[in-house]
């Protein structure tokens, strides 16, 4: 994640994280199967989260909702990027955008609302700095075209 110069904070950049294509992520042709993605993005939000100073030991998050469009394929041993942007917090939901690049070709694109769960399985209150952090980095909706 980039940060302002300035000031330290977080910029309204899209959090990218590497992801490479192995063998037990693709079908026997080699193409990604169609699920690996959810995986690609579940590691970038836990790893955009954990640079925001919020582990999965401290916040527990679950899938609310999330709609993902295939584009098109990605294949084995392909170096991808998986992009988050936050795009809205609310009192217990955090909603990101997401798509997936090989070489500037957009692969995937992923809407997502996950919900802050308490100890005792139920919607618990965002913290008000993650909500404040999550306010300063929506923008627009990346890549989508």
Known sequence: MEHDPEDGRPCREDHVFPVRIYYEDTDAGGIVYHAAYLRFSERARTELLRELG??????????????????????????LEVRTRATGAGGATLSLAQSIWRAGELLVTIRI?????????????????????????????MGEG
């Open 54 to 79: 919020y582990s999965n030991r401290s916040v527990a998050f679950a899938v609310v909702d999330c709609t993902i469009r295939y584009h098109r394929p990605a294949r084995l041993d392909d170096a």
């Open 113 to 141: 609302r996950i919900a802050r769960l308490g100890e005792n399985g139920r919607p618990k209150r965002l913290p008000a700095q993650l909500r404040h952090v999550f306010a300063q980095l929506q923008g627009d909706i």
